[in-house]
């Protein structure tokens, strides 16, 4: 299919929660991807990330890789922009191992600076982590900036390929989650053309981008100052079939990675909204 889904984690049926049983049980479920969550730390060592690897070459299952929520690239505290720095380098160094491309990142809060001086500081940040990727020879990652939920925070759809376009698709190349677009426009995704509207936004930055798009999607709850927390697409708020038929439409491809509180099955029914959309 020109668009692969996969869980944010592993499944949860499994007890055991290991990166190699996911991986098998994705496969299992008829899902093809699957993003390792490193959001409490990146604990994973690097013999493990070689036989995580192994394991998704034998599955093909498509790896990316979440890093961890403690990162806050525009603190008024420089330790703690280091230390995020520390984490985000951190993560591409495993998932360059692991063979998980797209390394998923919430960049910041804005605090008390404009959206101006944020973008300029932005700017520095991910240049000095990109320094320190290439001086360490870490390859083949991507910084997936993410699209962010709450208002409070750095990551709109225009600043995230802002800066894709500033440091190239190659190096920077953002993740949309269109459950967190929906909750900081206060619902704004009511119809396929409001997904279209999107999709448009993302492709005008880089023609390539949309038939190598990497996707977050849930239903979600959120007030004025945006998300609040992930939902079951069930609520259809937003509604996926909205966006599959949009996909669909612009010709799309790449990965949707499910991360409603019901990972694997909501996962599934998108796969299968989307098959029929395509015929299939």
Known sequence: MPIIFGTAGIPLRLKERDAISGIECVNELGLHAMEMEFVYGVQMKEEKALEVRKAAEKNKISLSIHAPYYINLL??????????????????KIGSIAGA????????FYGKIDKK??????????????????????????????????VAQFGTLEENFTLANEFGMEKVN?????????????????????????????????????????VHFEGIAYSEKGEKNHLPISVKDPDFSLLAAALVEKGCSGTIICESPEIENDALEMQKIYTKLLGG
Do not use: W
């Open 75 to 92: 603190s008024v505290e420089k330790e703690k922009r280091v230390a995020s720095r520390k984490r985000i380098v951190d993560s591409c």
């Open 101 to 108: 491309r797209r390394i998923v990142v919430h960049p910041a």
């Open 117 to 150: 001086q944020a973008m300029e500081e932005m700017k520095a940040q991910i240049g000095m982590i990109l320094d320190e990727l290439k001086a360490k020879k870490i390859q083949n990652t991507q910084i997936a900036l993410e699209t962010m939920g709450k």
């Open 174 to 214: 953002p993740c949309i989650d269109f459950g967190h677009l929906h909750a900081r426009g206060n619902g704004c995704l009511r119809t396929k053309g409001d997904f279209l509207e999107k999709l448009e936004i993302a492709g005008s930055f880089g023609k390539k981008y949309l038939q190598t798009l990497h």
